[in-house]
């Protein structure tokens, strides 16, 4: 059996022939940077989002680094977050010398538990980052309205939740600020790196567009200091070749997410639940199991591409371990990263591989007993 988590291999075999044809266009023309060939995908973007302003940027770390400095946030500043998420998230807020807050996540959307969000909050609390994790939209309502009762800004992590909905709305659309990733493997994924910054506000997005392009107003007119974080064109043509392609793989998406429900909840094996209106991309589709460990390594053996994200919380990794004070508990999180397994998922999985993880899954998986 060879069952990749994501199947890129298959999709290029779709794409190939527009994409090879966008790039060479962009090799014909010998323009790289920025220019004509990356305004044609934010502004697609943007309309497929239904979002006022997109700025293509190098990549979704440096994407909530922008957000964060775009509004000064800075030393001192503390921005709350979850420790339950892929490591760039509590790294933008470091790169700032901002301080990460950490919150634990609600035990059946795996996503920030606004519950526990106003607990957290302190005079020197800024921001909050919530992190729409494998697609799943958070609890936005209540996290909104939390933050804006103390004034607090919020930069939504949508690196894996392109497309996704919330209350019929798709993520970004009305988001002060949401940020994106095109890494290889997202339900968007460039051939490279290579992200982008939604916002409403017009000031902030002028803001945002100059960080990343070295504080520039001109060629050589510097108006602050800003760094280099641009989008490059080969990424551009490769996504504008792709976005079209983006909403039926997520449909599918979709179907292979029930196709496995439908397998393993009658099983007692628990999976993502949506908050209140909420739509995942599916970008990953994980699953809790008890005897988690094994259950991965005999499904790597025998060729099915099954992993864990994450293994270990951000609050426990070396890097960050000694910022992270004594009195931290986070025991949902750190029971999620005992549990969780993501099986194959993506636009080019066929029913009849799903089948074949589900059988063999559950030929070795125990669901946890409580
Ligand atoms: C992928 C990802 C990022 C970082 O994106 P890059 O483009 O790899 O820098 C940030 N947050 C989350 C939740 C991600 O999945």
Redesign the pocket.
Known sequence: MSIPLVNLKRQYAEIQEPVRRAIDRVLDNQAFIQGPVVAEFTEAYRVALGARHVIGCS????A?EIALRAYGIGAGDEVITVSH??F??VEAILNVNAVPVYVDVDPDTYNLNPAMLEAAITPRTRAVIP?H?YGMPCDMDAIRSIAARHSLVVIE?A??AHLAKYKGRIVGSDSDVATF???PG?NLGAYG?S?AIVCRDDALAERMKRLCDHGRSGKYTHDMVGSNHRMDALQAAVLTTKLPYLERWNDRRKEVAKRYQAALEPRGFRSQSAPEGGESSYHLFVVQVANRDETLARLNGNGIGAGIHYPVPVHRQKAVESLVPASLDLPVTDALARRIISLPICGSISDDEVDQVCKFFLSVAKPPND
């Open positions: 990549n979704g770390t440096a909530i998420t892929f760039a998230t992190v994790l992590d690196a894996q990733s095109f890494y997202k790196d992200g």
